[in-house]
């Protein structure tokens, strides 16, 4: 039931998405793996990219159970990323590379040199050696260095060869890359690897442990409206973070379709992305409305301090309307005027129809083409086949336009040949008025 539920709004996410988009999905165990088999039916098994298993406890709770610490973070493209032959790069998927950690920079010291620390600053110390044997062509590789400390001439130890030409070896021993040991007197010097010369970024790994735990995001949620989450599993801002910061850049749009506490929307607020939240829950008023109010405001919980955030920006709230559509795909009879007329106008313009529009047949120009709508007796005449329908008279009636004319309507009594001299393209309600 759950999933026949999922699937059409998988196959509309899926048309919302960039075509170098992303979606990434949170949930546990009990659905994932039936999950996924829809989403590679929606998105494609070819674009499918990674199963991220997230730490959200901490440890397992003292229930004598086998009990799962983790959630399932699947993740697809909407365009093919992984590629039949080789693996690609994550630039090459579109996505961001994570910060250096401080663990993969502590790998980099200033260490002790007879001449005193290189002005190059932090290294990490890199073997010049390397297997000789097995075969190896390596008679060029087998040559003597000299020390610049002792006057000496250093061979590679028996059995091993340098993992450089002599020109290169040389170069880095001209340059300063060798290191030779606190007193210069090591047997073999190791290359340096400089701090300022490593790679800025690195892959995403597919366990995200300590990280974020959901302990922290109920603390966060507490913190904001001193009472407990709505949900019992709220999402952690960092975990949030984190994804967007792989995914998305400054500027981007992010969609999260089931907004829950409203965490996606005020992390990407944060974060200098432009986002979408859609929530069917009272919630919506009860805290996910507020929640966004206090981070315009400038609330410093979740990741505020990380990304240096003060405040600003703002959003709109909007409630959705009685559904034009029923469930055969007709129009539904309570529909007013004014709803169908809006609807009509974004369908055509891809633009929302302004409040304060009059209430005519005439919705509005765009791009030199007049919108008409005839529905629901907007002329006057409410008979069933009244003023829904274009006659001669009904035309002769409507606001003038010297341009190409859209008209929609139950019916028209014109033929082609006087549509086509009227300048007029007739769509007829319900069948013209389509649900994208």
């Not at 999933?3 to 899926?14: F, G």
């Not at 988009?21 to 793996?33: F, P, T, Y």
């Not at 994570?98 to 010291?109: D, F, G, V």
């Amino acid at each position: 039931m759950w999933l026949s539920m999922m699937y059409p709004r998988l196959e509309l996410l899926r048309e919302l998405l960039a075509e170098d988009g992303s979606i990434w999905v949170s949930i546990d165990d009990n659905e994932a793996h039936y999950l996924k088999v829809v989403l590679d039916e929606v998105f494609g098994r070819r674009n499918f990219i990674l199963d991220i298993s997230w730490q959200k406890r901490d440890g397992a709770p003292n229930d004598r159970t086998i009990a799962s610490v983790h959630e399932h973070v699947l993740v697809w493209g909407k365009a093919a990323r992984q590629g039949k032959e080789s693996k690609k790069t994550v630039a090459e998927q579109g996505f961001n590379l994570m910060p250096r950690s401080e663990k993969a920079n502590a790998q980099y010291r200033i260490f002790e040199e007879p001449d005193g620390p290189d002005i190059n600053g932090a290294f990490r110390k890199i073997d010049t050696t390397a297997n000789g044997k097995g075969g190896r062509h390596v008679d060029s590789l087998v040559y003597p260095i000299r020390n610049p400390y002792t006057g000496e001439d250093v061979w590679p130890r028996k059995g091993t060869c340098w993992r450089h030409k002599k020109d290169e070896m040389q170069r880095l021993q001209d340059e300063g890359r060798l290191y030779w040991g606190v007193k210069g007197t090591a047997k073999t010097p190791m290359r340096k690897l400089y701090l300022s010369e490593a790679k800025q970024g690195m892959t995403t790994p597919s366990i995200w442990a300590g990280l974020a735990l959901n302990q922290h995001a109920s603390r966060e949620i507490e913190l904001l409206f001193g009472e407990k989450a709505a949900f019992e599993t709220p999402k952690p801002e960092h975990l949030i973070q984190r994804v967007l910061h792989i995914a998305t850049n400054p500027g981007d749009l992010v969609l999260d379709s089931f907004l829950g506490s409203g965490t996606t929307a005020a992390v990407a607020h944060k974060m200098g992305r432009r986002w979408i939240g859609i929530e069917m829950g009272e919630h919506a008023v009860t805290h996910c409305q507020p929640r966004l109010a206090q981070v315009v405001a400038g609330e410093q919980g979740g990741i505020s301090k990380a990304v240096g955030w003060q405040g600003g920006g703002g959003f709109r709230f909007y409630r959705l309307g009685a559904t034009a559509f029923d469930a055969d795909g007709h129009i539904h009879a309570d529909i007013d005027f004014a709803t169908l007329a809006s609807y009509v106008w974004f369908l055509e313009t891809g633009a929302p129809r302004p409040t304060t529009a009059a209430k005519s047949p005439l919705l509005g120009v765009h791009a030199g083409t007049a919108y008409y709508l005839l529905y629901n007796g907007i002329l006057g005449d409410r008979r069933p086949q009244g003023g829904n329908v274009l006659t001669g008279p009904v035309l002769a009636g409507l606001p003038p336009h010297d341009g190409p004319r859209i008209v929609y309507g139950e019916s028209t009594r014109l033929g082609p040949q006087r549509l086509t001299a009227e300048g007029i393209t007739f769509k007829q309600i319900p069948y013209d008025v389509r649900s994208r």
